[in-house]
């Protein structure tokens, strides 16, 4: 029997939450009850060590549209938030993390945006993060204005996790192969039309932040190099700089030379050394151009998306279902999920 699909999913991924979890849960049902639609919330428990196995299991007998999803280990935050958005069934879908910075009630006014200027994502921006510490706050801008620089002005300052996706936009995320995408960048990459809504970031409601500076860093480390070929592309700047510092210093040695103010042997030496460097550096930096170049077929992201098409009558080329959505090198990619996701697949049934 086909179970109906429901009008929202709300996927939550959650990593020794034991002390926030009845906190939450209470606050996100009476807002998802508040709807009157039919909702699931996909709980990704992402191998906790504490009681929150337990404390989602005891929800479960009481909340018939709790699923629970159980991964075999700890496998980070993103690729939790990867597995619950792929397995969610609702015609839209919400990821929020459960530590209840980001309020449940904001996903009333995500819902009702996306559906009055049919939009296919919904960003909650943090107009507001007095909570956070000077130093969090000066780290996640300068992640968001490096961000901005190398993907572009399509990545929303200050949004992160917590956003609304339609089934065309999760079904375009099906299809991407990477092993580990970074979703506050892929999303924006995709081009689904979009809009904001703004909410005060509050204070974690309890337990400890899964977001220490080494965690931080790893997930800026992560989004650079899962997104741009930028660290490849300084190699060759760098040489090519250096031929010109070359070019320069050439000539200033021989005109020390023919001044008559150098040691003997030493012009065709520095010149030579200079040479060596400056072809060895820009050596390296035409090997760090192909590189980048096997790196963003590896990614095999489509090339585009085909928003409608005109010999289709009627039909929504990125809707659910179609092949057409992606003609890109990834169309046809096995609907199972994007390279990478297999492995959460199998711990999850």
Known sequence: ?????????????????????????????????????????????????DGTGAGLAALRAGWPQLRVLRL??????????????????GRYVVSIDADLQDPPETIVEMLRLARADDLDIVYGVRADRRTDSAFKRWTAAGYYRLMRRLVGKQVPAQAGDFRLLSRAAVEALREL???????????????????EVSYQRDERAAGRTKYPLSRMAGLAAESVTSFSAAPLR??????????????????????????????????????????????????????????????????GRPAYFVAADSADGAGNADGPGSTDGADGPAAGVDAAGPAGTGELADSLR
């Open 234 to 299: 300084f190699a060759t700047w760098l040489g090519l700089a250096g031929v010109a510092v070359c070019g320069v210093l050439v000539v200033v040695a021989v005109l020390a030379w023919l001044a008559g103010s150098t040691v003997s042997g030493w012009p065709s030496l520095y010149v030579a050394v200079l040479f060596l460097g400056a072809v060895q550096l820009l050596c390296l930096g035409l090997l760090g151009e192909y590189v980048a170049r096997i790196y963003t077929a590896v990614q």
């Open 72 to 89: 075999r280990r700890n496998s980070g935050h993103q690729a939790a938030l990867v597995a619950g958005v792929l397995r969610a069934r």
């Open 177 to 195: 192969p990477e092993r580990s995408p970074v979703l506050r960048l892929v999303v924006p990459w995709l081009g689904f039309p979009s809009g």
């Open 1 to 49: 029997m086909t179970r109906p699909e429901p009008a929202l999913s709300v996927v939550v991924p959650m990593f020794d939450e034991e002390s926030v979890l009845p906190l939450f849960a209470r606050r996100l049902r009476a807002v998802l009850d508040g709807l009157g639609e039919a909702y699931e919330v996909v709980a990704v428990d992402d191998g906790s060590t």
